[in-house]
């Protein structure tokens, strides 16, 4: 009984620490030409603007502007709260600290998953 009490206590200690760090997430909106669209990065400078049935994606080197020109999964994602496909191109970015990014349907969206800790 006590063993089992300990694993419980040890399990909630764990599923606390990972709440707190998804809440700790820091997420600020981010200019989509600064994304490439392609590896999911947020950079300082602008990024290689690519055409496609008259939308605008970004990416960051010759293979990507291939990749979005070519390959039609790169120029969406998923939206985190609605789990609904977003087009990148529409969509409102997010930027964690460490550079990666979350698309959204809408700031809606974004709101809610920033005030629910990544939920």
């Known amino acids: 009984m006590k063993k089992a009490l300990k694993i419980a206590v040890a399990a909630l200690f764990v599923m606390l620490a990972s709440a707190s760090q998804a809440l700790a997430e820091k997420l600020e909106i981010v200019p989509n030409q600064k994304v490439c669209m392609v590896t999911n990065m ?16 970004y990416g960051c080197c010759e293979n990507c502007k291939q990749t979005l020109s070519q390959d039609a999964t790169s120029r969406s994602a998923i939206d985190p709260v609605s789990k609904k496909p977003v087009d990148k191109a529409k969509a409102v970015i997010a930027a964690r600290e460490d550079g990666t990014v979350v698309y959204f349907e809408n700031k809606k969206n974004f709101e809610k998953y920033s005030i629910g800790g990544g939920k």
């Open 42 to 57: 947020v950079f300082p400078r602008d990024q290689i603007p690519v055409q496609h049935s008259g939308k605008t994606y």
